[in-house]
């Protein structure tokens, strides 16, 4: 089933228009990732094919939309901004490549470029600095400095066309990671009204065993119990949004549907244009010490932000023997 699901994203997809066995591959893929209890329900399939299909669609656009790949070596370091935005030095930039197992094994071949995604995380932070205002050389000047934090490489490999499509299968894997997110989060809810309810019977059966109910009573027991009971009210309200064993698990076809159905709303990307100077200063102003950089920013619905740029890395230098 993976290997069918995964030749979905081989690279000649065209809005919508996938053969049916690959469909049904990945709506099972999407029951496998989050809640294989979908498959007790008459016709999870048919409900969820129209929001599968239309995250296909959104995250093989997500991905495509990407530009040319950059070389990321040290003699390109020495030229381009976007990447001494990106690492402190060149060294930085080799450690990273050095620290991945994954690039250094394609890399150790000697023969050929590796294609990966660099994502890292972008950091402004504020504060006072000294700056150059003509002639004078004034401190105390508010600043906003920039940085690229946890630098990561996703999904390298010898070929462009397989590293974008385990990209697209990465971005479709990460829809299911927040549909799972949502379910946890209604399961959550559920059992603490649950737990709330069994705690609420108990006191009220407490308070009736204890004489609250038709014997002797003191003036404060008729509006507590009443309390207990309204409380007790709009907790089953509650639980009847979720319903029984059978409701809950609709209720989770439903998350997994609304979120695929909005892929767009989950999982998008948007520009981000920076003025940043050799310092890592940020300007208001493009000039030659400070150009302006036009990156892309990858967004979730959970709140992330990940600076993304496909890149190619050249294979490694063969080490040079002592003579």
């Known amino acids: 089933m993976l290997r069918l699901f995964h030749s979905i994203f081989g690279g000649d997809e065209s809005g919508g228009h996938y053969p049916e066995p690959l469909i049904t591959s990945a709506i099972e893929r999407v029951v496998d990732g989050t809640d294989p209890w979908l498959r ?34 040290r003699e390109r370091y020495a030229v381009d901004p976007f990447l001494r935005l990106a690492f402190l030095s060149a060294e930085q930039l080799e450690q990273l490549l050095r620290s991945d197992q994954s690039v250094s094994a394609l890399r150790s071949t000697g023969t050929r470029d590796v294609w990966a995604l660099l994502g890292m995380e972008c950091e402004q932070r504020r504060g006072f600095g ?3 205002q003509g002639d004078t050389l004034v401190r105390d000047v508010p600043q906003t400095t920039v940085g690229m934090a946890n630098h990561h490489l996703l999904d390298p490999s010898h070929d462009q066309a397989e590293t974008r ?33 069994t705690l609420l019977q108990a006191k009220h059966d407490m308070l009736e065993g204890s004489g609250w ?5 003191g003036p404060e027991a008729p509006q507590q119990l009443e309390d207990v009971h309204r409380q007790l009210e709009e907790i089953d309200r509650q639980l009847l949004e979720f319903g029984g064993d059978d409701r809950y698990i609709e209720k989770h076809l439903e998350v997994v549907t609304d979120v695929l159905a909005n892929a767009e709303r989950q999982l998008w990307s948007e520009p981000l244009a920076l003025i940043v100077d050799r ?3 940020k300007r208001t102003t493009a000039s030659n010490e400070a150009p302006e950089l036009h990156l892309t920013e990858l967004h979730n619905a959970a709140g992330r932000r990940l600076v993304i740029r496909l890149v190619k890395i050249p294979p490694a230098l063969p080490s040079k023997g002592v003579h």
Not at 60 to 68: I, P, Y
């Open 40 to 73: 007790g329900l008459s016709g999870y399939r048919r409900k969820l094919r129209p929001a599968v299909v239309h995250a296909i669609d959104h995250v093989v656009a997500l991905v495509d939309q990407h530009e040319d790949p950059l070389e990321l070596s």
């Open 130 to 132: 000294v700056d150059l």
């Open 165 to 197: 499509r385990r990209l697209r299968r990465r971005a479709f894997d990460h829809l299911l990671s927040l549909a799972l997110a949502r379910i946890a989060a209604v399961e959550d809810v559920r059992e603490d009204l649950l737990r709330r309810r």
């Open 213 to 217: 109910g038709f014997g002797a009573q």
């Open 279 to 281: 310092m890592g200063i």
